[in-house]
């Protein structure tokens, strides 16, 4: 079971998303565990701060140390060895290699989210956060990106996906996209199933799928053929594409 924690001072924020779909499923069947935290319930004044401002001056407010730390100190009291993850723009990028191992993680992975112009970078200092981007953008708050991570991850929980085999044909998994998928009617205002699908020839059409995934892999991030496990014959395909575009240019 992949378990987690997310520390917010929002959990009505990560709340809607984590009881529908397969996220709920998921939990349901004991495939996750997801506590949410609300940051100032660990206040430890009579006004609940969770923020102050900054030392040295300057705009917006800096999330307490006090209240992260009595939080990941309670969680890992209470539920054992802990992974702690801030989502930053900083971090490391995310990726579904990453996905893999959170997937796989013994551990709790706790989230740490932030908001406002930063948390203490005493936080970072005195307990072992890994930092974790998941793009090139800045969000308003970790919330989001603990969120995608969490999804990324708890799909490739064998079992939370109905199919086993739809992860293994899946894109990224082996390095290429995904191809083409149709299902009925046949025909839709005028544009056609393609024929080697009604063929009920299942060697073609596996054929097909992987010179149409090569296609779209090619076309639109040629940089993840560098990593794909191809065949001879089908790096050779891709050779000859490669020529036919270039000999139509
Ligand atoms: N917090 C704000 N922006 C972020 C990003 N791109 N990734 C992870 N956490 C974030």
Request: charged share 30%; net charge negative; aromatic share 6%.
């Amino acid at each position: 079971m992949m378990k987690c924690d997310i520390i917010t001072l929002f959990p009505g924020m990560v709340a809607p998303a984590l009881h529908e779909s397969i996220l709920k499923r998921a939990q349901e069947r004991r495939f996750l565990e997801i506590g949410v935290h609300r940051l100032r319930d660990y206040a430890t004044d009579k006004h609940q701060t969770t923020d102050d401002v900054p030392y040295g001056g300057g705009p917006g407010m800096v999330l307490k140390p006090e209240p992260i730390f009595a939080v990941v100190e309670k969680i890992h009291r209470e539920q054992g060895e802990t992974r702690i993850i801030m989502p930053s723009p900083q971090g490391k990028r995310f990726d579904q290699k990453m996905a893999s191992a959170f997937s796989k993680e013994e551990r709790r992975l706790v989230f740490i989210c932030g908001h406002y112009e930063g948390i203490d970078a005493r936080v970072k200092e005195g307990m072992p956060v890994e930092e974790v981007s998941i793009g090139d953008y800045i969000l308003t708050g970790g919330e989001l990106a603990a969120l995608v991570m969490i999804d990324a991850a708890a799909r490739l929980i064998p079992g939370v996906l109905g199919e086993p085999a739809s992860l293994e044909e899946e894109s990224f998994a082996s390095s290429l996209l995904e191809y083409p998928q149709y299902t009925r009617p046949v025909e839709f205002r005028g544009l056609r199933v393609p024929d080697i699908l009604l063929s009920g020839n299942h060697k073609s059409i596996r054929t097909w799928r992987k010179q149409q995934a090569l296609l779209n892999t090619l076309r639109k991030r040629p940089d993840l053929l560098a990593d794909a496990s191809l065949t001879e014959d089908e790096k050779e395909w891709v050779d000859r594409q490669c020529d036919t575009v270039k000999s139509h240019s």
